[in-house]
């Protein structure tokens, strides 16, 4: 399985910008989630948002909600960040990744720990001028 991260770039605050991450492996996407993570310069990774692949429904981080959105394309086999409003703040390196999804009572939140994710992308910049 490989993840591949794309569409970072400079983009000036108030701006927009939507990345993308594909993934190799149809089967793969059925049982698992798909979030993005991020980690700017000298901070720990942080958790930005989160999709069911199989049913769609999406969880945020509080920094994020209401700007951000997740979706997904399965005949492409990728998911997309869609970011509007940036802040200088959101400048950092976004990250992709999958983790397995266990049981279906599982919550969501429980996707915002780093630790559930069994695979990562390689992650892309992006970087908000004020």
């Known amino acids: 399985v490989q993840l591949q991260a794309s569409g970072g770039g400079l983009v000036q605050a108030g701006g927009s910008l939507r990345l993308s991450c594909e993934v190799s492996?149809?089967?793969?996407?059925?049982?698992?989630?798909m979030g993005w993570f991020r980690q700017a310069p000298g901070k720990e990774r942080i958790f930005v948002g989160v999709i069911s692949w199989s049913r769609g429904t999406t969880h945020y981080g509080d920094s994020v909600k209401g700007r951000f959105t997740i979706s997904r394309d399965n005949a492409k086999n990728t998911m997309y960040l869609q970011m509007d409003s940036l802040k200088p703040e959101d400048t950092a390196v976004y990250y992709c990744a999958a983790a397995p999804v266990r049981s279906v009572t599982t919550p969501m939140t429980r996707f915002e720990s780093e630790s559930v994710y069994d695979y990562w992308g390689q992650g892309t910049q992006v970087t908000v001028s004020s």
């Open positions: 492996g149809r089967a793969f996407l059925s049982s698992h989630v």
